[in-house]
């Protein structure tokens, strides 16, 4: 089936350390996004690439890095330096029309 | 920077009112404009989009927007609810030129549809 996979579902982070969310998509799309959901913000974008060896940040990207070394697959790490981690992070692609693909999400808390 | 406004954050209906939920946007240039709906327990989907032509789109489910350019406005409508309409409503925009690339969000809207 083509879509976008994240994992994993839930993820315990202890403070101080980085972690990392993955976000693969066999949809072939060039842009992948990486959002952060949180109840009453809608989804506040982090980064965004829209090709590979290529990104930009977002509205909130302190605290966050990403790479995209190859067109299927957009992790996104979250390190120590952001303040406020628990969240629900979607991972998105694009297709050439516009219309967003998203995963199904990981949710993060800090333990 | 491009921006959406969501005016209402959260609205509750009883089954076959109207719906109206106001979307506007900042950003000089052109634009594509999305809602998207997500369920409770499920990912977002797209509702409808407009990227040109008739300023009047229709999507999904009965439901329709309208783009007026002067007022930088995508409202979204929908003539009769059903209980089944329950869930969160989130306007998106796109725009080309500077920020192209860019896919920015609203805060979302709750809707709340009482059988």
Same mark, same amino acid.
């Given at each position: 089936?083509?879509?976008?996979?994240?994992?994993?579902?839930?993820?315990?982070?202890? !403070?101080?350390?980085?972690?990392?969310?993955?976000?693969?998509?066999?949809?072939?799309?060039?842009?992948?996004?990486?959002?952060?959901?949180?109840?009453?913000?809608?989804?506040?974008l982090?980064?965004?690439?829209?090709?590979?060896?290529?990104?930009?940040?977002?509205?909130?990207? !302190?605290?966050y890095?990403?790479?995209?070394?190859?067109? !299927?697959?957009?992790?996104?790490?979250?390190?120590?330096?952001?303040?406020?981690?628990?969240?629900?992070?979607?991972?998105?692609?694009?297709?050439?029309?516009?219309?967003?693909?998203?995963?199904?999400?990981?949710?993060?808390?800090?333990? | 920077?491009?921006?959406?406004?969501?005016?209402?954050?959260?609205?509750?209906?009883s089954?076959?009112a109207?719906?109206e939920?106001?979307?506007?946007?900042?950003?000089?240039?052109?634009?594509?404009?999305?809602?998207?709906?997500?369920?409770?327990?499920?990912h977002?989907?797209?509702?409808?989009?407009?990227?040109?032509?008739?300023?009047?789109?229709?999507?999904?489910?009965?439901?329709?927007?309208?783009?007026?350019?002067s007022?930088?406005?995508?409202?979204?409508?929908?003539?009769?609810?059903?209980?089944?309409d329950?869930? !969160?409503?989130?306007?998106?925009?796109?725009?080309?030129g500077?920020?192209?690339?860019?896919?920015?969000?609203?805060?979302?809207?709750?809707?709340?549809?009482?059988?």
């Open positions: 089936d083509g879509g976008i996979t994240q994992s994993p579902k839930y993820l315990f982070r202890k !403070e101080g350390q980085n972690v990392t969310l993955s976000c693969e998509q066999n949809l072939n799309h060039d842009a992948m996004y990486w959002y952060r959901q949180d109840p009453g913000q809608g989804l506040r982090i980064y965004y690439s829209q090709i590979v060896n290529d990104f930009q940040k977002g509205d909130i990207a !302190e605290g890095s990403v790479s995209r070394e190859k067109k !299927e697959s957009f992790p996104l790490t979250v390190t120590s330096a952001q303040k406020n981690p628990t969240a629900f992070y979607l991972c998105a692609s694009r297709d050439w029309q516009g219309k967003a693909f998203f995963g199904q999400g990981t949710r993060l808390t800090v333990v | 920077a491009q921006s959406v406004s969501q005016h209402n954050h959260h609205v509750i209906l089954e076959a109207s719906l939920l106001g979307c506007n946007y900042s950003y000089g240039g052109t634009v594509n404009l999305f809602w998207y709906v997500q369920y409770p327990g499920q977002l989907q797209l509702l409808l989009k407009y990227f040109s032509g008739d300023p009047l789109v229709k999507g999904i489910k009965g439901f329709e927007a309208e783009f007026i350019k007022k930088f406005s995508f409202n979204l409508r929908k003539p009769s609810v059903q209980w089944s329950t869930a !969160e409503y989130f306007c998106a925009v796109n725009g080309y500077g920020s192209q690339g860019n896919l920015i969000f609203g805060k979302g809207t709750k809707l709340s549809v009482k059988p």
